[in-house]
């Protein structure tokens, strides 16, 4: 399983971003997808995720209304749009794929219950 992410940069406060990832080695459709950030020191915390189907998004409150997640199964790729992105938006952003039953109904905020990951690429807002 391969999870490709690139698309960081930097951006101006108030400007737009959109972060790409390429999957491979699994049945795309069967996966959800989920976007994480990390920033120094910290663990990682959710941003978005989106069921394997693409009937629901999920958003961290401190994205909602800026940030919209979606996926594109005939490439078999997720994407992060990122509008009006702000000075604290600035982190390392990961993609990572599940398709495992869960238990519960927020599993998706747990970045240890994800497990499949790809690199980070860097976002920094700043003007």
């Known amino acids: 399983v391969q999870l490709q992410a690139c698309g960081g940069g930097l951006v101006q406060p108030g400007g737009s971003l959109r972060l790409s990832c390429a999957v491979s080695g699994l049945t795309f459709g069967a996966y959800a997808m989920g976007w994480f950030r990390r920033y120094p020191g910290k663990e990682r915390e959710f941003v978005a995720a989106i069921r394997g189907d693409g009937s629901r998004t999920y958003y961290a409150d401190s994205v909602k209304g800026r940030f919209t997640i979606s996926r594109d199964d005939a490439k078999n790729t997720v994407y992060l749009q990122m509008n009006s992105p702000k000075p604290e938006d600035t982190a390392l952003y990961y993609c990572?794929?599940?398709?495992?039953?869960?238990?519960?109904?927020?599993?998706?905020?747990?970045?240890?219950?994800?497990?499949?990951w790809g690199q980070g690429t860097q976002v920094t807002v700043s003007s």
């Open positions: 990572a794929a599940d398709g495992r039953p869960h238990s519960y109904s927020t599993w998706y905020q747990r970045s240890d219950e994800w497990i499949d």
